[in-house]
């Protein structure tokens, strides 16, 4: 599996404060089955984004664990002006891997007016924005027409694992399996910040996923996609319904067959 959403670097936000729950992190996640995550510290107004300090953290990282997961190199872009005139002046500043996609984290308090002006801004210098955890967002899950015209003009969603799960409550995760059964999930990520509450591990939400949907749809969501992000390849986000799959009955009729 992929995971394109962590904060899993020591010291730069509200992530892990020291090296080696940074390191216990990654462990974390390549013995859940991860074998690529993006390391997406916050670039905010707390938060000071330096993409070289990142580098060198992310290589000493890499080094501790040697060849058992890869990490690279991400942001979670918080939307505000100055962001976003650095991003169209410096397209691969924030960029995953430097490459073409953009995580973007809209505020809490209300949805950045002329949103729809500033993805074309991004999409118009190369970059792909990924709109994160709709779900935790009240402005944007009470909006679901919105989103799903961001979709349909090329904008993806991505969740979280634990939303899936219900660990943020029902409503997002029932906000989830309707956007999932709609085809409008594009990636779950972990948006991991620690050990213990928000985790970096993806194998509950795709146990989830297989069990509800179908494998295919789970790799498509945890493996498929986000390698494309990774190396900056296009995805295709046309929207596909997915039925739940359908549980088999805990009786039957007809007896026991005989031997």
């Not at 730069?12 to 729950?21: E, N, Q, S």
């Not at 953009?102 to 007016?113: A, C, D, I, W």
Request: net charge negative; with cysteine; aromatic share 8%.
């Amino acid at each position: 599996m992929v995971d394109i959403h962590s904060h899993i670097l020591p010291g730069l936000d509200d992530g892990p404060k020291a090296f080696d729950i940074s390191l216990n992190m990654v462990r974390m996640a390549s013995q859940a089955n991860t074998t690529d995550i993006v390391a997406t510290p916050h670039a905010n107004a707390s938060y000071r984004y330096d993409p070289d300090r990142i580098s060198e953290l992310i290589g000493e990282l890499q080094r501790a664990v040697e060849g058992s997961i890869k990490i690279h190199r991400g942001c979670d872009f918080h939307l505000s002006p100055q962001n976003i005139q650095t991003a169209l002046e410096d397209p691969r500043r924030f960029a995953v891997n430097g490459l073409s996609y953009l995580l973007v984290e809209f505020p809490e308090l209300s949805l950045f007016q002329g949103i729809e002006h500033v993805f074309n801004d991004l999409r118009s210098v190369g970059l792909t924005p990924i709109v994160t955890h709709p779900e935790r967002n009240q402005h944007l899950a009470a909006d679901i027409p919105r989103l799903k015209r961001w979709v349909e003009r090329g904008i993806p969603l991505q969740i979280t694992a634990q939303s899936l799960l219900g660990k943020f409550g029902p409503e997002p995760a029932r906000w989830c399996i309707q956007m999932l059964k709609e085809g409008h999930v594009h990636f779950v990520a972990s948006d991991a910040h620690d050990l213990v509450m928000r985790q970096p591990r993806l194998d509950g939400a795709r146990a989830f996923l297989m069990e509800q949907f179908d494998e295919d749809y789970a790799d498509l969501l945890l493996e498929v996609n986000p390698r494309a992000v990774i190396e900056g390849r296009p995805i295709d986000i046309s929207p596909i319904p997915h039925r739940p799959r359908k549980r088999r009955p805990w009786f039957s009729f007809g007896g026991a067959r005989s031997a």
